[in-house]
C-alpha cells in the first residue's frame, strides 16, 4: 500500500497493490496493518457504507460536527470526482480543497480525516461508492455545505448537465455560516 499526500497534507490518496493478468485482477483492498503504517498512526474504523448514484449525482459536500468521521473511500463500479475540504478553522489550510478521480480502474482510495467536508460528484453513467468511517452516523450532527460556496470556489468537472441534488445538500449552507471545527 502506497500512501501519497495530497495538497493538503492531512488527506492522503491510498494506492493498494494491484496484482493482474488476463484472468483479471487481485488487491487487499484494506488491511488495518498497511493502512496505519501508511497513515502513520492507528485508526479505528466503526461503520461501511456503500452508494450507488446515477451520472451527475453530487453528494455533499457533508461532515458531522460531533462525532466527526474520518473516512477512507473508494469506487468500485464507475468514476466519480471526489473533494475534500478542511474545515478546521486552526488549519494553515481551512479552507482549503482538493479534488481527484476516483475509479473503479485507476483502485485509487482517498483517505479523509476528521475535520474536513467531503463531497462527490458521479462522471460515469453509474457509480458504486464504498466508505469506512471511524465514527457511527449521527443524523442530529451532520452538516452540509453548499458544494458551489464561492468562498470556495470548487472547479467541479463539466459534465453537460447541472448537478443533481437532494434536497438537504442544495440546502447547505455557506462556509461563512457553516458550523466549523476548531
Known amino acids: 500500500m502506497k500512501a501519497t499526500p495530497t495538497a493538503i497534507p492531512d488527506v492522503l490518496v491510498i494506492e493498494p497493490k494491484v496484482f493482474g493478468d488476463a484472468r483479471g485482477f487481485f488487491f487487499e483492498s484494506f488491511n488495518q496493518k498497511a493502512f496505519d503504517e501508511a497513515i502513520g498512526r492507528h485508526v479505528d474504523f466503526v461503520q461501511d457504507n456503500h452508494s450507488r448514484s446515477v451520472k451527475g449525482v ?7 460536527i460531533r462525532q466527526p468521521q474520518g473516512k477512507l ?22 479552507g482549503r480543497w482538493i479534488g481527484l478521480e476516483l475509479t ?28 469506512k468511517t471511524t465514527d457511527y452516523y449521527s443524523p442530529e450532527h451532520e452538516r452540509c455545505i453548499a458544494w458551489n460556496d464561492q468562498a ?18 442544495a440546502a447547505g449552507s455557506s462556509l461563512g455560516e457553516a458550523d466549523l471545527f476548531k
Open 58 to 64: 453530487l453528494r455533499g459536500l457533508h461532515y458531522q
Open 73 to 94: 473511500v473508494r469506487v468500485v463500479r464507475g468514476a466519480v470526482f471526489d473533494v475534500a475540504v478542511d474545515i478546521r478553522k486552526s488549519s494553515a489550510t481551512f
Open 104 to 131: 473503479a480502474a485507476n483502485h485509487k482510495q482517498l483517505w479523509v480525516p476528521a475535520g474536513f467536508a467531503h463531497a462527490f460528484l458521479v462522471l460515469s453513467e453509474t457509480a458504486e461508492f464504498l466508505y
Open 152 to 169: 470556495l470556489g470548487i472547479t467541479w468537472p463539466d459534465i453537460g448537465m447541472p448537478p443533481q441534488l437532494s434536497a438537504k445538500d
